[in-house]
């Protein structure tokens, strides 16, 4: 089949046959997803037998990892006022002694680096209460300021506690995690909006204290990546397509990441269906424990080391059921971003890449030099005409109680399977190399580019064995 007829047959199957939404519900209801739990095992059952039954031989690659659980936590205002606020940990925080801990706030903004380098010396024995904000700082060059990061700033300046409100209104905690596959080193607790808002104003009056009372569990927990395969004329130019199926354990995930989980179904499905014969290997990978610091795809990069040279690209689907255009994050590969600019003219989106996030599974495949582009939201004209909206400075519903169902609208999942489907369709009919498969000296010099050595050594990432020696702790 020509190009064209192929691109027919997946855009018009993706929406006529209606069952990317449909997935999405099945796999909502099945709650949460999140490592360890009973519904991350029931998700794998259920994606296991989707892909059987569409034909395909899928595969569960294990690993154990560090695994956690929330048990209690409470944060009280000791003064000016006695009052109890909403709280919950951040995934992989550690309990506070059962007396907990007291002690000042301090508040630093959106927990910059400039915000943290400004009050240095205030910091140690101090609570410090950032925002979940993300912005792209004004650090030079630009980068997201990620949570992990956040947290790596408060442990090196010798905070005792981080608490992290929501940017956004609603009295809804953001939860999160704090380390790859090690526990934290101080507690660290989500609050909403307007609690922290409050610390806030009394913060305008006087110094602020506050106990915290946390109790946390960490076990090791046996799971694994889903694996499955649609083998092309190449058995050695691969084309890996993924995106995670773990979630956190305050809701199903549902745009964060079910959408993905979905979508990816969903073109296996139909790629297998076509019967048509790709240039490329298409390899689906549903990461496992995402949540928790990309766990799983560190484990499949470092499990799969010997043959990365093979990987030709690695698409990521992650977050893309929520609302806006679409484009992708090309990591910092300037080939890869010509590649996609190419591919997005051919089909007349205009898209936009962003600055490099450098964040969620695309990660490891970045580090291990894997030419690499993730689905992102913003900079991009919306191919059914509506208004972009929103960037990935702001997680919106994401990581908080209400990422549920009714948040994903279906025109916004099938958008995304349109521009998926596409991509994925090229690369796997694309004969020959898309983009050079980077050294570990490039792989350096582009996170140097982009003021990663800084941020990587505050989260002491990775802790799992990938890309160059200096940066592994
Ligand atoms: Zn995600």
Known sequence: MELYELDRAIVGELILGKKVYERLQELCALGTRFAGTAGEKLSQEYMMNELTSYG???????????????????????????????SVSL?????????GIEGEILFLGDGTPSE???????????????????????????????????????????????????????MLPQVGSTRQNREGEIPAVSIPFEEGKLLQHYLTQGPVKVRLQASNRSFLNRTGNIVAEIHGRKADEVV??????????????????????ALLLELARIMRMLGAEYEKTIRFVFFGVEEMAAVGSSFYVARHQDELERIHLFINLDGVGKRGGKTFDTQGFDDVSEYVLGMAEQLGYG?????????????????????????????????????????????????????????????????????????????????????KRR???????ILAQHGMNEVLSFMKWPTIPIGPKEYRH
């Open 240 to 261: 890996v397509i993924g995106g995670h199926y773990d979630c956190h354990d305050n809701s199903p995930g549902a745009t964060d990441n079910g959408a993905g989980v």
């Open 439 to 445: 050294s570990e000296a490039e792989v350096k010099a």
């Open 56 to 86: 395909l031989k899928p595969r569960l690659e294990e690993f154990e990892h560090l695994a956690w659980q929330r048990q209690s936590s409470q944060l009280e205002i000791l003064s000016p006022i006695a009052k109890e606020l909403m």
């Open 91 to 99: 995934a992989g925080a550690p309990s506070t002694p059962t007396e």
């Open 351 to 435: 898209m936009k890449i962003p600055q490099p996030a450098f964040s969620g599974d695309a990660l490891p495949f970045v580090l291990a030099g894997v030419p690499t582009m993730a689905m992102k939201r913003g900079g991009a004209d919306s191919i059914f005409g509506h208004e972009p909206s929103g960037s990935d400075e702001d997680r919106g519903w994401g990581h908080t109680a209400a990422d549920t169902l009714d948040k994903v609208q279906p025109f916004d999942l099938y958008e995304s399977a349109i521009i998926a489907g596409q991509a994925l369709l090229r690369a796997a009919t694309h004969t020959g190399a898309i983009a």
């Open 116 to 170: 943290f380098e400004a009050h240095k010396e205030l910091i140690k024995g101090r609570i410090v209460l950032v925002t979940s904000l993300s912005p792209q700082c004004e650090c030079s060059p630009p980068r997201q300021c990620h949570r992990r990061t956040k947290y790596g700033r408060a442990v090196a300046y010798g905070a005792t506690a981080l608490l992290f409100m929501n940017n956004q209104p609603g």
